[in-house]
């Protein structure tokens, strides 16, 4: 048996009992043979106290001290969670970022991994140890300074040291059993999905689904590392994130394990977190849209859904609409009203109160009635489509906000995701 | 102006609040044209309640990852003062012991320090910076594993920085105004002390004084660097230690400074954490007491005073006493009572109902009248003496717990040390 990473989050070691809990779970993987490097963050809310003690003595907490200051926390919890092995007769020892060889660019509170060079991990664990390495940080190449990681950063840790390590499999703890169809609170049926693609989590991940972040996932694609997401809480197999289904493509067990064949659907996202500009009475002309969203970036504001319509003959102007995190939207409406006498637009409509659903699936490339059921079936739960946009495996409309519970209940059923239903992996349609 | 080291300990910076009262004094002396590096503890209980929750989690908590949790506590405070320094307008940058080039040895939470190689520090200061530095930890020279310097290391590590940065002076900030001719608790008429001697400072430390440990005067004596004890409350000016007075031994300022010149007598210390021991009826010949006190030394206990009276002459037997510290004092009579029939002693008496007063001052090697006068003081004070031992510049005695008190303020008082007195300097006595 070779090598595995476990990441452990917040949650799981929020206190000495959920750090016990996980030192018996970690100890239980090196009894069962295997080599053992575990990526832990910080406990529970020791983040948000850190930060909010760096707000009471500096009003602007950024930059290289304020990574020194966050990345305590993890010093804390790694060395607690260490503690707890040896106690339980196993031999740890914890290391820091920088001591795991997480080699980071300078952008402090965001920083990119620029390489992992874990020679002491891979040491650490051949002498028999388990190994207890700080998510979230790592140490810049150039200046040698502390560095965070930012959102999502400890995923990433566990991911890229997994790849180094050339491990067997990244398995991310969390306080869920897994990747669903849907959100299990909007969706009482939905399932938990055993087996998903790389391409269909990063579109899942970008349309709404919090379990993992699109950056770690993007980099368990590009380094080919199978990451299972399971739950600090049970036993339960989780959710397989990899390119082909754990014993191949089509692989059936016969064993009395679950098919990991990839169902036409992966699940049905969602996000209520976005808001919606509309750039009314365009002219539609070339270099009109560049001109909007060079705008846009010059504020760098992240953008999601662009669309345009085509413009009515009469005027010749058309409507430019895309959606962006609701807490940029004071920020671009300033920088496009400023911009309004050279784009030349007649006005803007700013709505905030929109939802975005999104279907996502590789199956969908060649099975062209996917559209057409999904819009079926919001037009039978009497959802509105506002905006739509889609891509090789993903469908995404924007309605109101107060319709998406509904919306993404009615397309769960419509494509045979629900739990009670035999159809999710048979589904076929005629004509998208 | 050149180089200062500040050091604060972790009452300074407890809160926010303290954070900021600090960080306005080091830009002070940013201001005055310093080039200014700053060792900082830990805030306030933030070592305690790590201590906790490792006993939380685990029975035995000590080891390697212990220093990786400690030395979290330093991380955020040191995070936190570099952005109130910043936010006050100056440039700062926080370092670990292991970034400032704190080389230790590989004894994990009592570390010593084998090199200090303060690069990075030296640059960070001649960009502009003020350097904040991690107190009470270092990095192995052998492992790279982090290591803390146990009690006492944030003064040794701001010592042997300022040693090796050749500062001017290592500043130690508290929340005291300096060293005082006795515990101003204790004595309302202690006077703080201007200027005292290594020697003697060795002496006070070793002798129950609080204020610097005797860790940290050695290493000052070692590399000669003059240390200035101060509150970091108020800008009184403290108490100097150094070989020679500033401004030259004997040298008198008559600028209305006060004189720096040594007293015949620096203080009166006192010490009620040690219990007596007493092996009776040893064998009055070679080799006994080195056997006893190869017993104490192999149950790793520190031993302080040893007293051995003559021996009887009819019995050929003989008591021999020492004082340790009290939570040693079961370890230390059941090592014995277990070598009783090798050593071959009559029976142990133990007493923790004891006090240890003593006297310091380079001046009574020179003044035989020093110890006459104190035994009368402590006569006078109806004081029963139970020990004796002395040194070149120190006599201790050890008493009753309860005569404490009144036998410090009678030495205090017979030396002339009291505040209204003008003995102190001119005091000369005759046959000690």
Redesign the interface.
């Known amino acids: 048996m070779g090598l595995v990473v476990q990441k452990y989050g917040g949650s799981s070691v929020a206190d000495?009992e959920g750090?016990?809990r996980v030192?018996k779970r970690i100890v239980e993987a090196k009894k069962n043979g295997h080599q053992v490097v575990v990526v832990v963050s910080a406990m529970g809310d020791t983040t948000d106290e850190?930060i909010d003690?760096?707000g009471?003595?500096?009003?602007?907490?950024s930059g290289?001290?304020?990574d020194?200051?966050l990345?305590?926390?993890e010093?804390?919890s790694?060395?607690?969670?260490?503690?707890?092995i040896?106690?339980l007769g196993h031999e740890?020892?914890?290391f820091?970022g920088s001591?795991a060889g997480l080699i980071t660019d300078s952008v402090h509170n965001k920083a990119r991994i620029l390489d992992v060079t874990p020679g002491?991990i891979q040491s650490s664990v051949d002498e028999g140890n388990i190994a207890i390495v700080a998510g979230f940080q790592g140490v810049s190449q150039e200046s040698?300074d502390?560095t965070t990681l930012g959102r999502g950063g400890s995923d990433t840790t566990a991911v890229a040291l997994a790849a180094a390590l050339d491990a067997e499999v990244c398995e991310i703890y969390t306080d869920v059993d897994g990747v669903f169809t849907a959100d299990p609170r909007v969706v009482k049926k939905a399932r938990k999905i055993d087996w998903i693609s790389f391409e269909d989590m990063l579109e899942l991940a970008s349309s709404g689904s919090k379990v993992l972040l699109h950056r770690c996932v993007e980099y368990a694609r590009r380094y080919n590392m199978p990451i299972h997401v399971r739950s600090s809480f049970s036993g339960m197999r989780g959710t397989w994130v990899s390119s082909e289904p754990p014993g191949g493509r089509g692989g059936q067990s016969g064993q009395g394990e679950q098919s990991m064949e990839q169902a036409l659907i992966s699940g049905v996202a969602h996000d209520a977190s976005e808001a919606k500009v509309t750039v009314v009475g365009v002219p539609d002309k070339p270099g009109e849209a560049a001109m909007i969203f060079r705008v846009i970036a010059n504020s760098e504001i992240n953008i999601d859904m662009v669309v345009q319509n085509v413009s009515a003959a009469t005027t010749g102007l058309t409507d430019i609409s895309f959606t962006l995190p609701k807490t940029e939207g004071r920020k671009a409406i300033g920088a496009l009203e400023k911009a309004q006498g050279e784009i030349g637009f007649d006005s803007l409509r700013y709505d905030d109160q929109v939802a975005k659903i999104s279907l996502v699936g590789a199956g969908m490339k060649t099975n062209p009635g996917v559209t057409a059921t999904f819009f079926e079936a919001l037009s039978n739960a009497d959802v509105n489509i506002e905006l739509i946009s889609t891509s090789e495996i993903r469908i995404s409309v924007v309605t109101r906000e107060d319709d998406v519970n509904e919306a993404v209940r009615a397309v769960h059923t419509a494509f045979g995701l629900d739990s009670d239903s035999d159809e999710a992996v048979v589904y076929g349609g005629t004509g998208r």
């Open positions: 000495a750090i016990k030192a850190l003690l760096a009471e003595v500096s009003p602007v907490a290289r001290e304020f020194m200051l990345t305590a926390g010093r804390i790694m060395a607690l969670l260490a503690m707890a040896k106690s740890a020892q914890s820091t001591q002491r040698k502390i």
